[in-house]
Nanobody, 116 residues
Framework: QVQLVESGGGSVQAGGSLRLSCAAS????????MGWYRQAPGKQRELVATVTTGGNTNYADSVRARFIISRDRARNAVYLQMNSLKPEDTAVYYCKAAPNRYLEVWGQGTLVTVSS
């Protein structure tokens, strides 16, 4: 079935940028909804952004003006361009795919560390 692999995490200073990538394998069909979530130490996992096949996007208020989510529908890949990073953006970022209403698939996570 569908498997997700994230990449692009790392350490960056406040104000810097990173681009996260998530590649899906094991599916030959376009995944209707893909997105990014994150979990900081001591906090619950939270929505960062999602994007549908039609290109509709949804962002958390905390990242709306700074992050951009995009996808390659044919390759079932999703990207997160993160600009103007802040220390509070430090978290493990997880890619999520919803191939259908009954299935939710998560990647293993990639760590983003933003230093002040």
């Amino acid at each position: 079935q569908v498997q997700l692999v994230e990449s692009g995490g790392g350490s960056v200073q406040a104000g810097g940028s990173l681009r996260l990538s998530c590649a899906a394998s094991g599916s030959i069909s376009s995944i209707p909804v893909m997105g990014w979530y994150r979990q900081a130490p001591g906090k619950q996992r939270e929505l960062v952004a999602t994007v549908t096949t039609g290109g509709n996007t949804n962002y958390a208020d905390s990242v709306r003006a700074r992050f951009i989510i995009s996808r390659d529908r044919a390759r079932n890949a999703v990207y997160l361009q993160m600009n103007s990073l802040k220390p509070e953006d430090t978290a493990v970022y997880y890619c999520k795919a919803a191939p259908n209403r009954y299935l939710e698939v998560w990647g293993q996570g990639t760590l983003v560390t933003v230093s002040s």
